[in-house]
T-cell receptor, first 112, second 113 residues
């Protein structure tokens, strides 16, 4: 099938802690992979993306590496801030019409 | 300067009513989408249009009818609203329809009473 699975939230961390949000996907072919972030009351914003195996996407201190062998795209950040509190969505592309298939979202709460 | 805009931002209405949500993008993109986000934050695509032509229709009830008067606009009309239609509806656009980054609007929060 074609699906995306993320670790369940909510995730609560203290400021400056290390963050990992796991994401795995199933796919036929070679999809592009994305992390989107949704801040409270807002729409989704692209955080980072990778379009082929072994690519690393990075933005605002967040990183994720496209691992074809483990079909994973885990999101990491070395030191989170309170302002990183949001819901994070992993997504993969799908050849039909460019639609995105999203994971269920992981809520992150960072405490001072 | 807003790239993808939606109106209205909030919509509260009674069951059985008909309502429309409008979306506009000023990015010059060819492809536009409607997504539905339920109360558990799960996001699912509903429709996609490429250059005003429908290319994705994801088994959405036919009470939902998208319309694209031009490639910068994609509106969503909903007939006979039901309680289960309560959700946040997001419009998005992308340069084309091939694995490209999508840009999302701020969402329309629909509450059916």
């Amino acid at each position: 099938g074609n699906s995306v699975t993320q670790m369940e939230g909510p995730v609560t961390l203290s400021e400056e802690a290390f963050l990992t949000i796991n994401c795995t996907y199933t796919a036929t072919g070679y999809p592009s992979l994305f992390w989107y972030v949704q801040y409270p009351g807002e729409g989704l914003q692209l955080l980072l993306k990778a379009t082929k195996a072994d690519d690393k996407g990075s933005n605002k201190g967040f990183e994720a590496t496209y691992r074809k062998e483990t079909t994973s795209f885990h999101l990491e950040k070395g030191s989170v801030q309170v302002s990183d509190s949001a819901v994070y969505f992993c997504a993969r592309s799908y050849n039909q019409g460019g639609k995105l298939i999203f994971g269920q979202g992981t809520e992150l709460s960072v405490k001072p | 300067d807003t790239a993808v805009s939606q109106t209205p931002k909030y919509l509260v209405t009674q069951m059985g009513n008909d309502k429309s949500i409008k979306c506009e993008q000023n990015l010059g993109h060819d492809t536009m989408y409607w997504y539905k986000q339920d109360s558990k934050k799960f996001l699912k695509i509903m429709f996609s249009y490429n250059n005003k032509e429908l290319i994705i229709n994801e088994t959405v009830p036919n009470r939902f009818s998208p319309k694209s008067p031009d490639k910068a606009h994609l509106n969503l009309h909903i007939n006979s609203l039901e309680l289960g239609d309560s959700a946040v509806y997001f419009c998005a656009s992308s340069p084309g329809a091939k694995q490209e980054t999508q840009y999302f609007g701020p969402g329309t929060r629909l509450l059916v009473l």
